[in-house]
């Protein structure tokens, strides 16, 4: 072997031997199936327009309502009975101390009785409805004839009409003992809260960017969201300045240019204040929860006066007979905006459709409270 030769050999081997010799990044690969790859096929888009309506259930009747909630019970005692509190194992939750429930005739009124009980408010008076008002005593009772235990009657959410009924003979006590209620003032100041951020007086920007409906039965032409909310609001607006509070000036809070609401004028609002701080006990309670459940003012106002035995607003000579503001109608137009989103997208279940009964549900105990016999249809 030559010189040169050798030592390009030992050159290559001392390479070979080096540390610093990068490896190969390169590594083999190993398939796991031995189906060969297809291009997925696309199908053609055979639908168009917004996605379909989500199934609705079938409204079931007042009667298999109640049934149901007396089956339910009836299941819910045995398993009540021996179920235990985590504070005191070992202690079985309270049954029922009473076996039937009676509505009861006294001098000015009806009272509750729980066997010989009568029931109380949570001033320690007895419960009174006023003898105009028997379907409310009748509510309340099966109120508390659905009750499977007595621990349930510490869930103001299970016993909504007793609660409600409550706070307005608190109220009407209160203000027989003392002109200048405070507590008629804080609620008086919680109501004008919601005037300025009525959500029926906030209506949405006019862009081009609107969201539109189907179309409409005029054409072509589409209704936007805007046009929907202007649609309602303005009936009910245009009653409540003409039959509760002529002469006001109603305006929409917002506009296409601000998202911060604009307060209504102030004579608008010094009307409204008198208004609200000269209603009776009941119709005052009854607006208030009203006006909590539907988050503004008017709305609930116009269910008032439609179903107030005091307060309410009877058809004017030559107006002719005009459609009943229901329950119905009164959450449609709390819940329009909602509505819509639903319409287009879907519903979430057990959020809007729980929101959505609820909802009825605070309206009908308000028209329970302030309605009576004494009501001029």
């Not at 168009?48 to 007396?70: F, T």
């Not at 076996?99 to 419960?127: C, F, M, N, W």
């Not at 951020?197 to 539109?212: F, G, N, R, V, Y």
């Amino acid at each position: 072997m030559s010189s040169s030769s050798a030592a390009a050999h030992l050159l290559r081997l001392a390479i070979s031997r080096s540390p610093f010799r990068r490896k190969s990044t390169f590594q083999t690969s190993q398939c796991l199936h031995t189906t060969s790859a297809r291009r997925a096929t696309p199908l053609p888009t055979t639908s168009s327009g917004p996605p379909p309506s989500a199934p609705v259930p079938p409204a079931s009747s007042y009667e298999e309502r109640i049934a149901r909630r007396r089956r339910q019970a009836e299941l819910q005692n045995p398993a009540q009975a021996l179920k235990t509190t985590q504070k005191k194992p070992g202690a079985t939750l309270r049954k029922r101390f009473w076996k039937e429930v009676h509505v009861r005739e006294v001098k000015d009124g009806y009272q509750i009785h729980l066997d010989t009980r009568a029931l109380q408010t949570p001033s320690k008076h007895p419960l009174l409805i006023p003898r105009s008002k028997p379907h409310l005593a009748l509510a309340l009772a099966l109120e508390w004839e659905l009750l499977p235990t007595a621990a349930h009657a510490t869930r103001q959410h299970l016993i909504p009409l007793t609660s409600l009924t409550a706070r307005a003979q608190d109220l009407q006590l209160q203000d027989a003992q003392s002109p200048q209620n405070p507590t008629r003032e804080d609620i008086v100041n919680t109501l004008m809260r919601y005037l300025d951020t009525d959500t029926m007086l906030c209506w949405a920007p006019e862009s081009p960017s609107t969201i539109k409906a189907a179309p409409s039965l005029e054409g072509d032409r589409v209704e936007t969201l805007r046009d929907l909310q202007i649609r309602t609001a303005m009936p009910i607006t245009s009653f409540l300045a003409r039959h509760v509070w002529p002469g006001v000036e109603i305006v929409p809070v917002t506009d296409s240019e601000s998202i911060v609401p604009k307060p209504q004028p102030e004579m608008t609002r010094s009307v409204i204040r008198g208004w609200l701080t000269g209603l009776p006990a009941y119709e005052l309670v009854g607006l208030e929860r009203a006006v909590l459940a539907c988050k503004g003012l008017l709305g609930a106002v116009r269910l008032l006066v439609e179903w107030s035995e005091s307060v309410g607003v009877a058809a004017a000579a030559g107006e002719g007979q005009r459609e009943v503001f229901d329950i119905e109608r009164a959450a449609q137009a709390a819940s329009l905006e909602v509505d819509w989103q639903t319409g287009m997208w879907g519903e979430v279940e057990d959020s809007h459709d729980v929101e959505k009964e609820d909802l009825r549900r605070q309206l009908g105990s308000v028209v329970l409270l302030v309605s009576g016999e004494r009501k001029a249809r």
